[in-house]
């Protein structure tokens, strides 16, 4: 099979004799990141409907896995194996609807039934409270939203978006007079990160993923930002060299423009 190659070429780069070298000298911490990386450029893939890359990097991110599994045999803990089949009793134990007895008529119905049993297996294991094991490493945005999540769920949220959206005002005012005040860098950085928590929170009640709706305003912004620059060239000039009302002025232009993006 081939995933059985795969595992013989990552064995082969781990040989202690044989192996390469840089492979050798890697641990789980120094490959965390590049496990990261590599489920961003599937995301990446996936946004741009790329689907022979998608192919490529789903390959990468598997070596990921791979990786991984071969380090942790080698300290006598799992291996691949063992993380196929932890992956396979997971997702058996919550589909019981499919590998079991249960009945369950929609995809909502199946979210909640989804996050019902993490919640007992989460209290079965003892992992103490309902964030303790909301993973630090995550970007701070998915964070932040599964922590609002996961404190929704014990009843600690709004009853719908109208209070999330009031919170966006409260916390505002509070950065606008620690502004206003003369605050410590630390302090304004503390409101506004209070601020952009309860813009998440907004998005979660609005059934918004606040990660990809950033990620897509920042891509809308690049591309405006591209226009502005053709448009600067095409008129002799660079965006350096203009003043604000000049800049604001263009900016508008290319969000009017066929080429806004």
Request: proline fraction near 4%; include cysteine.
């Amino acid at each position: 099979m081939p995933i059985d190659r795969l595992l013989q070429i990552m064995k082969r780069l781990r040989d202690p004799q044989a192996g390469c070298p840089w492979d050798l000298e890697q641990s789980f911490a120094t490959i965390a990141p590049y496990t990261i990386e590599e489920a961003y450029e599937v995301a990446d893939a996936i946004a741009r409907s790329d689907l022979a890359e998608l192919r490529e990097e789903l390959g990468d991110l598997l070596f990921q896995v791979v990786f991984h599994a071969q380090m942790a045999q080698e300290a006598g803990q799992f291996g691949f194996e063992e993380v196929v089949a932890s992956i396979c009793d997971k997702m058996e134990r919550r589909h019981p609807h499919v590998f079991g007895d249960e009945r369950i008529e929609s995809a909502a119905q199946q979210t909640r039934a989804w996050e019902e049993q993490k919640a007992r297996e989460r209290a079965a294991a003892e992992r103490g409270g309902a964030l303790d094991d909301v993973p630090l490493a995550l970007p701070a945005l998915m964070r932040a939203a599964k922590l609002g999540k996961r404190a929704a769920r014990v009843g600690f949220d709004w009853p719908d978006a109208s209070g999330a959206r009031a919170k966006i005002d409260e916390e505002l005012a509070e950065l606008d007079s620690e502004i206003a005040s003369g605050g410590t860098a630390e302090r304004r950085a503390q409101e506004v990160g209070d601020v952009l928590f309860s813009v998440v929170n907004l998005a979660r009640h609005l059934d918004v993923d606040p990660e990809a709706a950033l990620r897509a305003s920042s891509e809308r912004f690049a591309a405006r930002f591209r226009a502005m620059e053709r448009r600067a060239t095409q008129q002799g000039t660079a965006l350096r060299d203009l003043d604000a009302t000049a800049l604001d002025a263009l900016w508008r232009e290319v969000k009017r423009g066929p080429d806004q993006a």
